[in-house]
């Protein structure tokens, strides 16, 4: 178990948001969402899932390809903050499932600070 964390956190990351995305697609409400456009020159973001899903994309794109360079460059990564990096990761998508917006936001900014010190950490450390 500490070998999955440690040295192919990329293939655990990018199965959980596979998992993630196809639970979503089969059992969310699949609704659109845009922009209200005012009267006037000035765009009115009205909707709380915009920020997140601006959020969500680009921290997740950040992780997979931070770990995927982890990988690539044979670096590991800390066994115990990558367990947490993994929990903060699946309580987010958890949160974004129940339609709650605030708390995934809070959990997606802690992930990116988490995520950081991992990849800061695991660049002393060596296979």
Do not use: P
């Amino acid at each position: 178990m500490k070998k999955i964390f440690t040295e192919y956190m990329f293939l655990l990351v990018l199965s959980t948001f596979g998992v993630y995305f196809i639970v979503i697609y089969f059992f969310g409400n699949n609704q659109s969402y845009g922009i209200n456009k005012t009267v006037g020159w000035a765009y009115d973001i009205s909707n709380q899932f915009f920020y997140n899903a601006l959020i969500d994309f680009f921290s997740k794109t950040l992780f997979l390809i931070g770990y995927f360079l982890i990988f690539l460059f044979q670096r590991k990564t800390i066994y115990h903050i990558s367990i947490t990096h993994f929990c903060i990761i699946f309580l987010s998508c958890i949160s974004i499932f129940f339609k709650n917006y605030i708390i995934s936001t809070i959990f997606l900014l802690i992930s990116i600070i988490v995520f950081f010190i991992n990849v800061l950490k695991s660049h002393t450390i060596k296979r």
